[in-house]
């Protein structure tokens, strides 16, 4: 099947306007602000069943259409900041496709009728946004963006900003404060970003694979885009496979497919053919699952993962083989998540504190029944009580993997627990 989104793996120099161009890009904007009205645009990406890529999965159209009605301005924000570990499709979209990704950004802006978009790049994507603010240049001297495109009045203008490089900041409240210049911590809502985001004003955010999937669905309708993936989850999804698989890396696939045909028929299998043991469907935030063969034949859509006791999120399909710890993989979730919990609510702060302290425990030998059982008590503790889903992130892995793969926390012979 051919690519929608890595369509630069079939086309060599996508990433020059010429060549985007030629390959039909900005046909797809041009007709929608020269043959649409905006109300129109978010009907036909409703109509495709679109959903959000950057984890949640909600549906794009719906979103766009929680912007109320007569104020303004209003703003499109793209989500680039991808700092989930064992997530890096948006950053191959962003080398190897960036037009169609701004064409994409442009596209969602004249949806909303905003004039200005944003793309949010994290820090470490320093040289990625240089390249991003080229092809914005270049797209300004094509007459592609800015005053009177097409011969209409709709304008636009896209800018590119550049994040310090913290994970916080992908969460969408805390990425608006960052723009604004302030210290990135997520707001209190509601009132959510569709009422009062960016400079307290109407705004959508979206992250860079949802909007890449645009251009497409208007060149080719929403029954096309239907046609691929499932009722549930229609369309493409690129998963980010790592771990102990022989072939890491992005793969473009309908939604629909199951466990087993990414991990043995896109990745190749497990490296040294060793027996699959666990799989992490949505990168360091996700639940472990058990990777028996009930799990190996579930779909990859929304609904078929959430019957695993565990969310697609951002698809990043970590796999891990019995070589492997479930308590040093614990041990990594929670180092990472206490070092990007952003401190503004005590029990993701104190929290994600105490459980890493915890868990070195386990991890160095020392540790007691009591010690797992207290670890798994801090987590479910913080469920439900944090202000961000980074706080309930942080709590995933240490409670499935503790409820699920207890012979990894046994005792050892020191009389510690370490498996
Ligand atoms: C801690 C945290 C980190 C997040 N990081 C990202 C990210 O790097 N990229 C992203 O697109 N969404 C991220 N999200 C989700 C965003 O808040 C938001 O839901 C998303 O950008 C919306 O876009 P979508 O509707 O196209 O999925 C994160 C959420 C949380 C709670
Ligand atoms: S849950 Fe963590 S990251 Fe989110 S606001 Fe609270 S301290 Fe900050």
């Avoid at 020392?366 to 942080?394: D, I, P, S, W, Y």
Wanted: glycine share 10%; net charge negative.
């Amino acid at each position: 099947m051919e690519h929608i989104l890595l369509r630069h793996r079939e086309i060599p120099d996508l990433k020059k306007l010429d060549v985007y161009r030629k390959n039909g890009g900005f046909q797809a904007f041009q007709k929608a602000v020269t043959q649409m009205r905006p109300a129109e645009v978010t009907e036909l990406v409703k109509a495709s069943g679109l959903r959000g890529r950057g984890g949640a999965g909600f549906p794009t159209g719906v979103k766009w259409s929680f912007i109320p009605e007569g104020i303004y301005p209003r703003y499109v924000v793209a989500n680039a900041d991808e700092s989930e570990p064992g997530t890096f499709k948006d950053r191959e979209i962003l080398e190897g496709n960036p037009y169609q990704f701004l064409e994409g950004v442009a596209i969602a802006c004249y949806a909303v009728e905003a004039h200005v978009g944003y793309v949010y790049l994290r820090g470490e994507f320093w040289r990625l946004a240089q390249e991003i603010e080229a092809c914005i240049t270049e797209l300004e001297q094509a007459g592609l963006l800015g005053q009177a495109l097409f011969g209409t009045d709709y304008s636009l203008r896209i800018h590119a900003h550049v994040g310090a490089g913290a994970y916080i900041c992908g969460e969408e409240s805390a990425l608006l404060e960052s723009i604004e210049g302030k210290l990135g911590q997520p707001r209190i809502r509601p009132p959510f970003p569709a009422t009062s985001g960016l400079f307290g004003k109407p705004t959508v955010i979206n992250n860079v694979e949802t909007l890449t999937n645009l251009p497409l669905i208007l060149e080719k309708g929403a029954d096309w885009y239907r046609s691929m993936g499932t009722a549930d989850s229609p369309g493409v999804k690129i998963f980010s496979l790592s771990g102990r698989v022989k072939k890491p890396g992005n793969y473009e696939l309908p939604f629909g497919l199951t466990f087993r045909q990414l991990i043995f028929e896109s990745g190749g299998g497990i490296l040294d053919d060793r027996p699959v043991k666990a799989i992490m469907a949505a990168g360091a935030s996700s639940s472990l699952i058990v990777a028996d063969d009930k799990a190996l034949d579930t779909k990859l859509d929304y609904a078929s993962v959430r019957t695993l006791g565990a969310d697609l999120g951002s698809a990043s399909v970590i796999v891990i083989d019995d070589t492997v710890s479930i308590s040093w993989v614990i041990s990594k979730t929670i180092h990472f998540f206490k070092h990007e919990s952003c401190g503004k609510c005590t029990p993701c702060r104190e929290g994600t504190y105490w459980m890493m302290h915890l868990i070195d425990r386990i991890e160095q030998g020392e540790a007691t029944r009591e010690n797992v059982e207290l670890l798994h008590t801090v987590a479910k503790q913080m469920q439900n009580k944090c202000l961000c889903a980074l706080g309930e992130f942080a709590t995933m892995a240490p409670v499935t993997g503790i409820e699920r793969f207890p012979v990894d926390f046994k005792a050892s012979p020191a009389g510690g627990l370490h498996a």
